[in-house]
Structures are given as C-alpha cells and as structure tokens.
C-alpha cells in the first residue's frame, strides 16, 4: 500500500517556496540591472544544480543515491533542463526591461495554462473548482497590479512578451516535471534540471560576458549566492517534491501568492510601492488557493457530477 501524502506538509512546504521565491525575484530584479540577464540566471541554476546534486551524492539527506537508468538522460536534458532553461531566459529577461510587478502578474497566470494543458472543463464540481480558483487567483493578481499598469507609463513591450513567455514555460516546466516525477525522484529531476538548464544557457551566457563586462564585487556574489541557495536549491526541491504528489495545475495554484510575496520583497528592500489595492488582492488571491486545495463536494456531501 502506497503511502498517503502529507497534504498539510506539502501546502506548508509550498508557501515557505513562495516566500524564497518572492526574495529571489526581489534579487535577481536587483543583480538582472547590471549584469547580463542569462548569465545570471544560468550561472546560478548551474551552481545550485550542482550543490543539490553534491547533497544527494555524498549526504543521506534526502534518502539513498539511486543513479539514473541510461534511458532517462535524453528526458531529462529535453524535457527538464531545456524547459528549466526557456523559462529562467525569457524570466531574466522579463526583470531587465520591465517591472517586477508585471512578470509576477504574468507569472500568476500560468495555473490556467497548466489546467487547459490538463483537462478540458467538465461537467463536474473538481472542474468547476480548479477552474474558478484559478481565474479567481488570477483576477486578484489582476486586481493588485491594475494602478502599475494603468499609470499612463511607456511600456517595453520586448519585457512584457517575455513576462507572458514566462508563464507558458513555467507552467511546462512543472508539468514536464510532473511527467518526470513516475520515473525519477523529485530531488533528483530538481537538481539535474538546474545544471543541465545551467548548461544549456552557459553558451550565451558566456557571449553576454564577452560583450558586456561585470561587475564582481562582494554585493553582487552575496546576492547571487542567496539567490543560489534560497531561489534555487531549497525551493525547487520543495516544488518538485509537491509535484511528485500533487498535480502541476494544484502546485500552481500556490504561483499566485509569489506576486504578494515579490510586492512585499521589493518593497522593503527595492523601494517599489504597493498599491492601493494590496488588500483587495490578497483576498482574492488566498481565496482562489483555498477553493483550490479543499475538497467542497466532499465536505457539503454534494455529488461530483451534475
């Protein structure tokens, strides 16, 4: 008998994720604004990669060292490091030429991608929900970023697109991993998608440096290093351990609390500005994962099909 998943852990797990990760975007904003976008990140998903990687070799942190059967390399480099690797690109991208505010705006949006990628609506209550948590998320996500986007500011539209590129890759890349996942341990696809996502954008990253010269300083390395350990290791070994479990669109759903937790990071260590409509969001937004995690056909005794 398969063990049960502890639903509670992994929700925990989750929201401790979006709180590094919402640091991280704050960072990467930050570093992205005088260093070359793709080195940045593919330097830091390299390093991370292989930190996790070293843990899981030589530690019994995470249980025994299984190495991987020769068959799963090919689906690993394509399906995990490859789509690790469009997303942190176009997301690197994204925080050089616009606002951190818009691409955690985008970035909210990819539980519906992941939804449409899954199912189709059905005429179903577990339909109903996931779809309704979803665009209710989304539209609080909408709701705190409206005044940003309606300032009468130019747009980079470059910046925008690759805001809405991240979110598609985003969402394929926890559902590739959720593919991976009936194969490959969690932790495992976690640090091999790094250093394999490292490798791919090393190339290009390597091109940025000979083209712009940077700055290496002891802020720069100490804020790539957090963004290494905090932004990287720990979250994305939580992430991928909640996708072995749970369903990408489900995991996804907790996407929508990284805008509050980046509002807040920029904030207090950037100076960007919340707006008046903070409150309102985050209603919507913790109501749209609540709707989304419970069971409400269970718990009212309400039959699933209608």
Not at 105 to 110: D, F, I, K, T, V
Not at 171 to 178: E, G, L
Not at 208 to 225: F, L, M, N, R, T
Not at 271 to 294: H, K, Y
Request: proline letters at 5%; glycine letters at 8%; charged letters at 10%.
């Amino acid at each position: 008998m398969s063990k049960q998943p502890n639903n509670a852990a992994i929700a925990g797990s989750l929201l401790l994720t979006v709180i590094f990760w919402g640091g991280n975007n704050a960072g990467t904003k930050w570093l992205v604004a005088s260093w070359p976008p793709i080195w940045t990140g593919g330097s830091r998903f390299l390093f991370g990669g292989l930190v996790l990687l070293s843990l899981l070799r030589f530690t019994k942190w995470f249980g025994e060292f299984q190495p991987l059967k020769p068959g799963l390399w090919k689906k690993l480099w394509l399906h995990g490091g490859l789509s690790l690797a469009a997303y942190i690109a176009v997301f690197c991208w994204a925080l050089k030429l616009t606002a951190a505010s818009h691409v955690a705006l985008y970035l909210g949006a990819s539980p519906v991608w992941a939804l449409l990628w899954e199912e189709r609506p059905k005429r179903n209550w577990s339909s109903v929900r996931r779809y309704t948590a979803a665009f209710l998320a989304v539209a609080g996500v909408l709701v705190l970023f409206w005044p940003a986007l309606t300032m009468g500011r130019q747009t980079n539209l470059a910046g925008e697109l690759c805001g809405l590129a991240s979110s598609f890759f985003w969402a394929n890349y926890s559902r590739q991993s959720r593919i991976l996942s009936e194969h490959v341990p969690s932790m495992e696809i976690a640090a091999h998608s790094m250093w394999m996502a490292g490798v791919w954008m090393m190339p290009l990253g390597l091109l940025e440096i000979a083209i712009h010269h940077i700055k290496v300083d002891a802020p720069h390395v100490g804020v790539q290093s957090l963004c290494i350990l905090f932004g990287s290791v720990v979250p994305y070994a939580l992430w991928n351990n909640a996708l072995r479990h749970w369903r990408a669109s489900q995991v996804l759903l907790f996407n929508n609390l990284i805008p509050v937790t980046t509002a807040l990071w920029v904030h207090f260590t950037l100076g960007e500005q919340i707006t008046s409509t903070f409150d309102v969001a985050i209603i919507l937004i913790v109501t749209g994962v609540v709707i989304g995690q419970a069971d409400w056909a269970k718990i009212f005794k309400m039959p699933e099909c209608f």
